[in-house]
C-alpha cells in the first residue's frame, strides 16, 4: 500500500483519535446547546414582530394575529406576547382588553374579542404589543403597537404585511417577508410580485409598474420569504398585483440593509464563534497529541528507525505522516464545525452560510497543522520524550494565554501611549501574527469587523486576504518545511 494512505488509515482509524473524535464531538454539542438554550432564555435580540392584523370573522367578532419570527423570518415558539387594547373617546380612555398569548410552533399566537367593546365613533382604539421573556428575571421588550381603528372600520377582507428580514443564504444581504391574512381564506391567492427603487424622499402610493423589476408569481402562502437583488441604504417599493396586473393590491417599502453582522454579529453566528474558539484550543492540543503519538514519540524512541528499515524513505516517513495528522486535523475540525452549525439550525432555526462555516473549518485546520508541524519541528530539535513534552506545553501557554498579554505590554515597552495610532498599530499586527488568532481573524476580514482586537477594520492596519494568506502560510509551511529539512538532511 501507498506510504500515504496506510499513514493516513492508520491515523483516521486509530483509538486515539476516534476517541479525541467522540469528545471533540460531545463537548461541541453540549456547549452548542447550552448557549443556543441560554441565549433563547435571556434575550430578545433578532426577535420580530412580523405581522399583526385585525380581521372580522364571521361572528362579528374581531381577531388580533402576531406572527413573531427571528431574523431571518422563520417562527419563534414559546414565547409570551402581552397584548393591551385601549380606546379613546372624549379625552377619556377605557380599556378594552388585556390579554397574555404564547406563540405556537408556527409562530402565531391570536386573540379574539367581541366588536360590542368597539365604539366606532371614538378616535379609534389601540392595541400595545409586547414580547415578555421567558426568564422571570427579565423585562418583556415593547416591539410594537397597532392601531386598529381603520381597519375595524373598513372591514377589510384581506390585508398583506410587509417587514424586512435576512438572507440566510447570502449574509450580507437583505430580503422581505410578505404575510396574508384573509376573513376567508388562510392563504393568498395568486399574485404578481413587483420591486421598484425609489428616492428616500419618496412618498407616493403607489408608483405603478413601469419601471418596476418583475419578481414573480406566488400563491397559496401565509408568509414568503423573497431575497431580490438589492443595494444597501436605497429604499425600495414592494408592489403587489392581481394575477392580471390589474388590480393593485398592495404597497409596502423597505430600505435595504447590509446586515454586516449576519455571520459575526447575530446571536446565532455568535453562538457558532464562541464554540469554535473553545473548539480550537481543543483542536490545538489535538494537533500536540497526534504530533507527539505518530511521529515526536516514535523519533525520540527510536521506534522511527525500524520503520526507515521498510522500503521507505525519510522522505517519505515525515511527509506521510504529516499528511495523515493534517487530514486527521480537518475531519475533526469538519465535524466539530458541521454538527454545530447543524445544531444552531434545528435550536435556533437559522440556516449558518456555509462560507461561514468553511471558512472557521479552514481557520480551526491551519492553526492545527500549524501545531502540528511545530511539533515535527522540535522533535527534530530536541533529544528526548521528556523535552519534547516541555516544547509542547510551552508553546501551547505561549500562545493561548501569554501573547494576549505580550500584545498589550509590548508596544507600552517600546514607548507607544496606550491609545495612540502607533500602539493600535503594533496591538492589531501582533494579534494578527498568533497561530491562534487565524479562524477569529479570517471571520473578521471576510466579513470586514474586527470584534476580536475590538481596534476598527483589519483593511485599517494592512491586514485583508492577502496578507492573511501570507501569514496562515508562514504558520503552516514554514515549521513543517523545516523539520523535512532536517529529517533530510540532518539525521
Given at each position: ?8 488509515r ?46 372580522l ?24 406576547i ?82 424586512l ?17 384573509s376573513?376567508?381564506?388562510g ?34 402562502f ?48 455568535i ?21 507527539y ?29 504529516y499528511?495523515?495528522?493534517?487530514l ?24 449558518i ?63 507607544f ?19 491562534t ?31 492573511l ?12 518545511v523545516?523539520?523535512f ?7
Amino acid at each position: 500500500m501507498n506510504p500515504v494512505l496506510h499513514e493516513m488509515r492508520r491515523a483516521l482509524t486509530s483509538k486515539s483519535v476516534i476517541i479525541l473524535l467522540v469528545v471533540l464531538i460531545s463537548l461541541v454539542g453540549v456547549l452548542t446547546y447550552a448557549f443556543s438554550a441560554f441565549g433563547t432564555q435571556t434575550t430578545a435580540s433578532g426577535l420580530q414582530v412580523q405581522d399583526n392584523a385585525v380581521l372580522l370573522n364571521a361572528t362579528g367578532n374581531y381577531t388580533v394575529v402576531n406572527y413573531i419570527t427571528n431574523a431571518y423570518g422563520a417562527p419563534i415558539q414559546g414565547y409570551q406576547i402581552q397584548l393591551n387594547a385601549t380606546e379613546y373617546s372624549d379625552n377619556r380612555s377605557s380599556n378594552l382588553f388585556e390579554a397574555n398569548l404564547t406563540t405556537s410552533a408556527s409562530g402565531y399566537a391570536n386573540y379574539t374579542f367581541s366588536h360590542s367593546k368597539v365604539n366606532s365613533s371614538s378616535t379609534g382604539p389601540q392595541v400595545d404589543i409586547s414580547i415578555m421573556s421567558n426568564n422571570p428575571g427579565q423585562q418583556g421588550i415593547n416591539l410594537a403597537s397597532l392601531a386598529l381603528y381603520d381597519q375595524l372600520n373598513a372591514k377589510d377582507p384581506f390585508q398583506y404585511t410587509l417587514s424586512l428580514i435576512s438572507d440566510p443564504g447570502h449574509p450580507t444581504s437583505s430580503g422581505f417577508l410578505l404575510s396574508y391574512r384573509s376573513i376567508n381564506s388562510g392563504s393568498s391567492p395568486a399574485v404578481n410580485l413587483f420591486l421598484d427603487k425609489q428616492p428616500q424622499s419618496y412618498s407616493g402610493i403607489n408608483p405603478g409598474l413601469k419601471n418596476a423589476t418583475f419578481l414573480g408569481t406566488y400563491s397559496g402562502f401565509s408568509n414568503v420569504a423573497v431575497y431580490p437583488s438589492v443595494n444597501t441604504s436605497d429604499f425600495y417599493q414592494v408592489l403587489v398585483y392581481n394575477h392580471n396586473n390589474t388590480t393593485s393590491l398592495y404597497n409596502g417599502s423597505f430600505v435595504a440593509t447590509f446586515n454586516s453582522g449576519s455571520p459575526v454579529g447575530t446571536y446565532e453566528s455568535i453562538v457558532l464563534v464562541l464554540v469554535s474558539t473553545i473548539t480550537g484550543y481543543i483542536l490545538i492540543l489535538a494537533a500536540i497529541f497526534v504530533g507527539y503519538f505518530i511521529y515526536g514519540k516514535d523519533r525520540a524512541l527510536g521506534v522511527a528507525d525500524s520503520v526507515l528499515a521498510m522500503p521507505i524513505s525519510r522522505k517519505g516517513l515525515i511527509l506521510s505522516r504529516y499528511v495523515s495528522g493534517s487530514l486527521t486535523m480537518l475531519v475533526l475540525s469538519a465535524a466539530s464545525m458541521g454538527l454545530a452549525a447543524l445544531l444552531i439550525h434545528v435550536l435556533q432555526g437559522a440556516s449558518i452560510p456555509l462560507q461561514f462555516v468553511a471558512i472557521l473549518i479552514l481557520g480551526l485546520t491551519s492553526t492545527a497543522m500549524s501545531f502540528l508541524g511545530l511539533m515535527y519541528l522540535f522533535s527534530h530539535l530536541t533529544k528526548s520524550t521528556g523535552a519534547l513534552i516541555g516544547v509542547s506545553i510551552f508553546l501551547f501557554l505561549l500562545f493561548t494565554i501569554a501573547w494576549s498579554m505580550l500584545a498589550v505590554f509590548v508596544p507600552m515597552i517600546l514607548g507607544f501611549t496606550p491609545g495612540s495610532a502607533g500602539y493600535n498599530q503594533m496591538y492589531v499586527v501582533l494579534i494578527f501574527m498568533n497561530p491562534t488568532s487565524i479562524t477569529t481573524v479570517a471571520t473578521e476580514v471576510y466579513y470586514s469587523s474586527i470584534s476580536t482586537t475590538g481596534i476598527l477594520s483589519p483593511s485599517m492596519y494592512g491586514i485583508n486576504v492577502y496578507s492573511l494568506s501570507a501569514m496562515i502560510l508562514l504558520w503552516v509551511l514554514v515549521p513543517i518545511v523545516l523539520a523535512f529539512y532536517l529529517a533530510i538532511k540532518r539525521d
